[in-house]
């Protein structure tokens, strides 16, 4: 019976230690603390119908969400890869933002024995201080054909 309250107590004492640790860190690296605008900004909406299907970025309190790219022709892995970074590149420099200021990479790839080749165009895309990744290889493939998607999530700096 008292363990609920007494866990709840912890886990809002840790939640806040986390909270202040990481709002001194993002205030160091010059990220904002409080979030921009509490309205959600949707760009480039995909929809095939009446109802939309997904947004191809989303900007929220000082976040930008870019929606996985991928390589829709005919060519390699390196192909591939350069064409999803320059569309990334691209949407990110849309919601005033940049490589540079991104701080997550998911990376799907068609083919797990296309990661060494992958990396090799991958490396210095984000310059001196890379973000996070995830890298994974899909089952059944990457939609559209494409050999890689990639998304990402960067935030906006102040100016």
Do not use: W
Not at 17 to 25: E, K, Y
Not at 99 to 118: C, E, I, R, T
């Amino acid at each position: 019976m008292h363990t609920e309250p007494r866990r709840s107590v912890f886990r809002k004492f840790i939640a806040s230690m986390i909270g202040l640790t990481g709002l001194g860190a993002m205030a160091k690296a010059g990220m904002p603390t409080e979030p921009a605008s509490d309205e959600k900004i949707c760009q480039n909406i995909v929809s095939d119908q009446e109802i939309p299907l997904f947004s191809g970025s989303t900007t929220f309190g000082g976040l930008v969400f870019i929606a996985g790219k991928g390589a829709h022709f005919e060519g390699d892995i390196k192909a591939h890869t350069d064409h999803v970074l320059l569309e990334l590149e691209k949407e990110l420099i849309k919601a005033g933002t940049s490589m540079k200021h991104v701080l997550k990479v998911n990376v799907y790839l068609a083919d797990l024995g296309d990661y060494k080749q992958m990396n090799e165009v991958f490396r210095g895309r984000f310059g001196e201080k890379p973000p996070v990744r995830t890298t994974v290889a899909t089952y059944g493939g990457v939609p559209g054909n494409s050999l890689v998607e990639m998304d990402c999530i960067a935030y906006i700096p102040k100016k």
